[in-house]
């Protein structure tokens, strides 16, 4: 790649599908280079928590999530791509967005690991929707408190999207649905779903009641409903609450809900994963649904 050592200078991205345009492309040198500050230690939670939210920041990480990012209406602040890849953008119309393209070299040591998948972009954030405005387009969401794992979080988004859920509802202790982990397992399904935090906690969970929803609670506890055998009016509007991996759902929130469900297990198993449970209730929840 053209590009003086300052990296000044900018190379060129190839010309765009259909268009007679290139994109300029600066070459970063130096993984220390202020331009690329965002990606910065990509891999440490604790420091990306308080940089990203508190700035309106997110990162996208691969090609297919960068793209769904920006089909969600996500404004671009920048992209960072590997130099040998940089034609993997080459198609979008960047406008401002600065493209920054750097070796693998550079790019590990900048983000903390490998970038196998070769692209990264910084987005800034949308305003979130008041739990009351989610509510109101929907007629099935899934709630979650305290999940905080960002692997169960994507996971759980992806299947919300797919199994024809409307909206996600969180406690305030749950993890960032837009953290680039999170983002990166949901396939960018984030994007495509409205969500919303619920709080007070658990006091809130009233207001979704007030909405005409049936708060089902899930757990594995002896007199829990088989999610199969839920009545008709159960299921109309659901609101399905799911609790973290292990603990479960606390007291106050199935105090707060309207009918303990289950998912029937065998052979001694007690539960699912948190994500996997969430799918399988959701389908059977939507499985009469049109398609």
Sequence with gaps: MAGDASGDRPDRLGTGTGQNRRVPVHEITDPDDERIADYRALTDVELRTRWEPPHGLFIAEGELVLRRALRAGYPARSYLVDAKRADQLADLDTGDTPVYAATQQVLEKATGFHVHRGVLGSFHRKPLPTAAEVLADARRVVILEDVNNHTNLGAIFRAVAAL??????????????????????????????????????????????????????????????????????????????????????TRAAMDASDVRVVIPMRRGVDSLNVAAATAVACWELGRDDPL
Excluded: H
């Design 164 to 249: 024809g859920v409307d909206a996600v509802l969180l406690s305030p202790t749950c993890a960032d649905p837009l953290y680039r982990r999170s983002v990166r397992v949901s396939m960018g399904e984030v994007f495509a779903i409205p969500y919303a935090k619920l709080e007070p906690w658990p006091g809130a969970l009233a207001q979704v009641r007030a909405a005409g929803f049936t708060v089902l609670a899930m757990t594995p506890a002896p007199d829990a409903v088989p999610i199969q055998r839920l009545t008709a009016d159960q299921r109309a509007r659901s609101a399905l609450l799911m609790g973290a991996e292990g603990a479960g759902l």
